[in-house]
């Protein structure tokens, strides 16, 4: 099935403590990006990739960071939690990184807390 | 620099009714415009989307969005609300200035439908 995948789904953690967060596609995509969604703001883009290896800041970047060493794969990194990055975080996917046409795929969502 | 609104936080609607949950954008040059779904604990669910051609555009579980370019909208519609249909709608807008597929999202739209 086609699908994109994170984990965990659920997470409370302490402040300070670095955590990653997975996400995997199964499409063969290029393009890959990182949201949170806070009540009332909507979903905010946090960094993205348009291939192996090619990273790029979004428009909520601080706090975070990312890699892409394969295609699959595209962990979002916390080296240092704070409360203010209690969020829901979605990944998604798409099969071309540009053009604009393209529909992007979601993941199932990861809730996390920072106490 | 694009933007998207969703003036309504809230949308209720007897089952059975006609829905619209409104969307208007600002983007240079052509908009691409989606919508998807969000249903309690879920990811997003990719609804449907414009590009280019015909103004009324059809997607799934019955809904349909009219683009409208003069009144640069491009509000979502169903002729007959379902209980079912209760979820969170977010409009998005392609954001055209880093040559990526980035989407830049409304804050979203509760749908409520009363049985």
């Known amino acids: 099935e086609a699908q994109v995948t994170q984990n965990p789904r659920y997470l409370i953690t302490v402040t300070g403590k670095k955590l990653t967060v997975t996400c995997s596609q199964n499409m063969n995509h290029e393009y890959m990006s990182w949201y949170r969604q806070d009540p009332g703001l909507g979903l905010r883009q946090i960094y993205y990739s348009m291939n192996v290896e090619v990273t790029d800041k979004g428009d909520v970047p601080e706090g975070y960071k990312v890699s892409r060493k394969e295609k699959r794969n595209f962990p979002l990194i916390l080296e240092s939690p704070s409360p203010n990055q209690t969020s829901l975080y979605f990944c998604a996917s798409s099969l071309f990184a540009s053009g604009g046409q393209d529909t992007q795929y979601f993941g199932p969502g990861t809730r996390l807390t920072v106490l | 620099a694009q933007s998207v609104a969703q003036p309504e936080d809230q949308v209720n609607v007897a089952e059975g009714n006609p829905l619209t949950v409104k969307c208007t954008y600002s983007v240079s040059g052509n908009p691409y415009l989606f919508w998807y779904v969000q249903y309690p604990n879920r990811g997003l669910q990719f609804l449907l989307k414009y590009i280019t051609g015909d103004n009324l555009v059809k997607g799934s579980y019955g809904f349909e969005a009219e683009f409208n370019k003069s009144q640069t909208s491009f509000h979502l519609k169903k002729p007959s609300a379902l209980v079912s249909d209760s979820a969170l709608y977010f409009c998005?807008?392609?954001?055209?200035?880093?040559?990526?597929?980035?989407?830049?999202f409304g804050t979203g739209t509760r749908l409520t439908v009363i049985p």
């Open positions: 998005a807008v392609r954001a055209l200035q880093t040559g990526a597929n980035n989407l830049f």
